[in-house]
């Protein structure tokens, strides 16, 4: 069977060897007689999984002690929420920095709750770059937290450095970038992760979270939505989407047999030079949107000289196998979504193409 | 390969015929060179899955035009909560009847968030039975909706007939017995149901709303607490857990072709009539919790004559390869949960088992 070249946003590709695992033992789950899906979730077998997935998550990402490991549902966009919920006093302001579309949703949210301050924007250039460090200008009075995306999905571009913050309780959104590269967790006070895109199916989100945040969340939230409940239970407070953590588990086994973050962030590299060097060869055929210095590893977004160029490019794209090159709806163009589990064969492939296809024009 | 006979409390056991399919294709969906978990949640194919599911549960259920279904996340538990939050005014009251742990925590999440009445309740006799039609006494003024569980998924009680109502709403949390026989959705202005019953795998929750009810949601509620964001985005206002969703869409084909609901039913009837009959005819040995017509043909609970003779009934069921036959955690006991992928067979070796175990006693 041919797999396709998968540039799917998220969700998107996983590997190969996970999805053949879980094909080969999808009715039968280590000699149990049942499916994965078929376990309880309070059965020895769940929890194996449960705390398997926790543990590589820990030792992958090198999670200190002090922080939490949850699994939940709702996706990120819930996180934009239950996060002014849990941790936006009343007394105090949010700070959000603007790089693109999934950053002014989480403020939007935000400022449903409480008093929000934009910090920092890249809008007025259209998203093509992340603020640097000395435009991050805190103010006086404390923020509550501050929140970035470290990887902005729909405009190609990612923190390269993270803001560096004196005392302030620094949160991010890493949907689309986590488990890409090393990071150092304890700069952050929470990160958190849709699963779709690096880290399994969609359905499962991932939160990790400094144990000292739990003693600002106020009382009487519904109880699904205060992180406390999910420490309390080790995210089994209810059912949990037993089988997207099950996927995601193998996908952590999977991450180690390529070397770890260490591995994964060098493949990532060279995977996404294959498209930046087209794009960067005849750069006014392949425009890119990011600035060079802020660029995405993960995604990678551009146009062609003309609205019909850039149709025309998708759809001999999409025509010669390649799937998910169409840049988000909001904005239009293309996009390639170089995610962990997209093959050094596909970025080929694609380098290929877009080389064969502009040799056509110019 | 042999199954197990798993009568798990949820997630359950799913039909074999659906596990095999999903496993068939699950590298490669429908010549995609895919998974369902690769596909792009606003793709074609992924969008064919949804749609499918909602036709078959509109089909299956007899689901009027004027009702909305939707696919969220977030398990029942998150219902309990975003049901006050959109339908209870401020200058209302809502109103709970209790059967059980599942009805209590319900209310619990309502009393956070507005004016609650505990409209009837058996938890004088240990939910033992539901309250019968005579003894549902509503206040005079208006109450914003009324809130039952269909089924009592730990104490093992089931509404056989519901409530009439005279103009207020009848909100149903269906977890533990949706698809398990014919209803009338029209006497009811929403039903809710986490999937790892009767649906799927966990990490669906499915809604059933009245489209009338959309009127009364509040502004400024959190984006995806509001059930008009779902509405409007069909779903996708966010990644939704795909894969659960297809899996759901695999149950209820499987559905159809047991006879739809009434073949459903009928086989429900008979499964748990062979475990009831073991108790019937030895009710001091299998003493069932349930007073009779209130009985579930979901959740089957018992206890034996000492705390020691259960523990044994249940030890040796698990050697004998049965599985999930404890109570929950919070009351221990027995618990068989026949719900609709559970084959006859299972129950037949049940109450083999059950008579076996018997006879060495009495
Ligand atoms: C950076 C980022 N944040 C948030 C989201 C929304 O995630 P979800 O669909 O899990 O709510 C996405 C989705 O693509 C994303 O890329
Ligand atoms: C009747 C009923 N309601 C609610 C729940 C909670 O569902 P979830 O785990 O999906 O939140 C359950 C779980 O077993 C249930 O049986
Ligand atoms: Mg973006
Ligand atoms: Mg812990
Ligand atoms: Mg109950
Ligand atoms: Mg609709």
């Not at 705390?51 to 030792?59: F, S």
């Not at 501050?146 to 571009?157: A, D, E, M």
């Not at 895109?197 to 000292?212: A, Q």
């Not at 047999?257 to 087209?278: D, S, V």
């Amino acid at each position: 069977m041919q797999r396709t070249y998968n540039f799917n946003a998220g969700p998107s590709a996983l590997p190969l060897e996970v999805l053949e695992k879980a094909q080969k033992e999808f009715i039968n789950y280590n000699e149990t007689g049942m499916s994965v899906m078929e376990l309880s979730h309070r059965s020895n077998e769940f929890e194996g999984i449960l705390l398997n997935a926790q543990q590589n998550l820990r030792e992958l990402l090198d999670i200190p002690e002090n922080y939490e490991i949850l699994f939940l549902q709702g996706g990120a966009s819930l996180q934009f929420s239950m996060i002014p919920m849990n941790f936006l006093a009343a007394d105090q302001t949010a700070g959000y920095v603007l790089t693109g579309s999934w950053s002014e949703k989480a403020l939007k949210e935000a400022k449903k709750m409480g008093k929000t301050a934009v910090i920092a924007t890249t809008d007025e250039n259209k998203y093509r770059s992340i603020p640097k460090q000395n435009e991050i200008i805190l103010p006086k009075d404390t923020l509550s937290y501050l929140h970035i995306t470290s990887n902005n999905t729909i405009f190609g571009t990612q923190w390269h450095q993270y803001p560096e913050l004196d005392g302030i309780d620094l949160i991010a959104d890493m949907s689309s970038d986590i488990l890409s590269k090393k990071i150092d967790v304890s700069k952050f006070s929470m990160i958190y992760a849709g699963a779709q895109k690096n880290l399994g199916p969609s359905g499962v989100t991932l939160v990790i979270l400094k144990k000292e945040l739990l003693d600002r969340i106020p009382d009487q939230l519904p109880t699904m939505l205060d992180y406390r409940t999910h420490v309390k239970s080790n995210s089994l407070y209810n059912t949990p989407p037993t089988f997207g953590i099950y996927m995601l588990s193998l996908v952590l086994e999977w991450v180690k047999t390529q070397g770890g973050l260490e591995g994964i962030e060098q493949k990532n590299h060279e995977k996404a030079a294959l498209i930046y060097n087209q794009m960067d060869a005849y750069p006014d055929f392949y425009r890119p949107h990011a600035e060079k210095e802020s660029r995405s590893l993960m995604n990678i977004t551009f146009t062609l000289p003309s609205e019909e160029l850039t149709q025309e490019f998708l759809s001999q794209a999409k025509e010669a196998g390649f799937v998910g090159l169409n840049g988000h709806r909001s904005i239009g163009g293309c996009r390639a979504s170089a995610y962990n589990a997209v093959p050094l064969e596909a970025c080929q492939a694609l380098a290929h193409f877009m080389e064969t296809f502009r040799k056509r024009f110019l």
